[in-house]
């Protein structure tokens, strides 16, 4: 069965401390794996988009990386700020199909 | 700055009542997705389209839910009769492309509905 699991659920830090969100997936035909970031209140933004082939993604402080044989994702968080509090989203898509295999989600909360 | 719209973005109703939400993708985006959102699920599927067709509505129960594409600019969901477990966060997301590739997906800010 396709799935994605998160970990962990929750995670509270200290404003300007890295983090790391962790993904495993079993997702097959494996195509690309895609880290959401969902505000309260507001619909998911994409952070990043991995293919097979690549194995590590960033956008400015966030940086993705892919193990495709372990089938695993992280994502990196550097120098964190109150307005990365928020969810965090794994997310994996097979080929030949559009339909997405959701994970349930890391909530970060950043304090000061 | 082109984003996906939806409306309303609050919707409280009574049971059995008809709920119709509304989508207004980003243009030129031809393939559009229905999401629904619960704590409990995530985020999961509900139906979507491309070039206006219907392509999958598996996720949606089919005696109660209906979604549909009047035209390139509008896409409806629409639940008759609502019931509690209806209560959720419904999203609409677009995104230009061809199946079978990984596409970029657009969510819009979401209608949060409220059956009692």
Known sequence: ???VEQSPQSLIILEGKNCTLQCN????PFS???WYKQDTGRGPVSLTIMTFSENTKSNGRYTATLDADTKQSSLHITASQLS?????ICVVGSYNTDKL???TGTRLQVFP | DARVTQT???KVTEMGQ???MRCQPILGHNTVFWYRQTMMQGLELLAYFRNRAPLDDSGMPKDRFSAEMPDATLATLKIQPSEPRDSA???CASGLGTSGLYNEQFFGPGTRLTVL
Do not use: M
């Open chain 1, 84 to 88: 990365d509090s928020a969810s965090y």
């Open chain 1, 101 to 103: 295999i959701f994970g």
């Open chain 1, 25 to 28: 997936y079993t997702v097959s």
């Open chain 1, 1 to 3: 069965k396709n799935q």
């Open chain 2, 8 to 10: 309303p973005r609050h």
């Open chain 1, 32 to 34: 690309n794996l895609r």
């Open chain 2, 18 to 20: 008809e709920v119709t």
């Open chain 2, 89 to 91: 966060v419904y999203f």
